[in-house]
């Protein structure tokens, strides 16, 4: 068992609808990050969380410590949000991360 | 933030041949990650690089193979030694600024023939 998993593998929307990303672990944390790898590769942290909720343009990601349990979501989505999506915890020592296997997001027109 | 870029952004070497990888950080920072990522594959750490030690490896990677060096606080390299097809993937170079924050590079994507 992965100790970081991700819900949907493969997710399909039409332009506007809520998008939600679901994202469990397995051990503790000292913080969980939400990351967008685009086609090329590249990868954008989109946020890093210890606790509540965060809300940055469109998208929002939240976490339940409690539950071992965060989620990103994106309201209104566009075309341009397709993407995979990335959760990673860090551990409760240093800075390593260990990396949900993603979820491909494709939001059609 | 941290802006950090990677050189090459992509290659194709040829099996046995080796490709270093650089990254470069526009600032000063104390640890530097190395990842992997194999094609449908998340992330995998190989190594963590340290200004002035050496790099600590993750199980399953060792220093023969993926030699790192780390000369000063905002350069370090990834060699892949001796490749194989089995070594195409994406590398990425990563940084940590603070407990909070973690910065990405471009990533470079190597296919081994």
């Known amino acids: 068992k992965n100790e970081v998993e991700q819900s949907p593998q493969n997710l399909t929307a039409q332009e506007g609808e809520f998008i939600t990303i679901n994202c469990s672990y397995s051990v503790g944390i000292s913080a969980l990050h939400w990351l967008q790898q685009h086609p090329g590769g590249g990868i954008v942290s989109l946020f890093m969380l210890s606790s509540g909720k965060k809300k940055h343009g469109r998208l929002i990601a939240t976490i339940n410590i409690q539950e071992k349990h965060s989620s990103l979501h994106i309201t209104a989505s566009h075309p341009r949000d397709s993407a995979v999506y990335i959760c990673?915890?860090?551990?409760?020592?240093?800075?390593?991360?260990?990396f949900g296997e993603g979820t491909q997001l494709t939001v059609n027109p | 933030s941290a802006v950090i870029s990677q050189k090459p952004s992509r290659d194709i070497c040829q099996r046995g041949t080796s490709l270093t990888i650089q990254c470069q950080v526009d600032?000063?920072?104390?640890?530097m990650f190395w990842y992997r990522q194999q094609p449908g594959q998340s992330l995998t750490l190989i190594a963590t690089?340290?200004?002035?030690?050496?790099?600590?490896?993750e199980s399953g990677f060792v220093i023969d193979k993926f030699p790192i060096s780390r000369p000063n606080l905002t350069f370090s390299t990834l060699t892949v030694s001796n490749m194989s097809p089995e070594d195409s993937s994406i590398y990425l170079c990563s940084v940590g600024q603070g407990p909070d924050t973690q910065y990405f590079g471009p990533g470079t994507r190597l296919t081994v023939l």
């Open positions: 690089a340290n200004q002035g030690s050496e790099a600590t490896y």
């Open positions: 990673a915890r860090r551990e409760t020592s240093g800075s390593r991360l260990t």
């Open positions: 600032s000063q920072v104390t640890m």
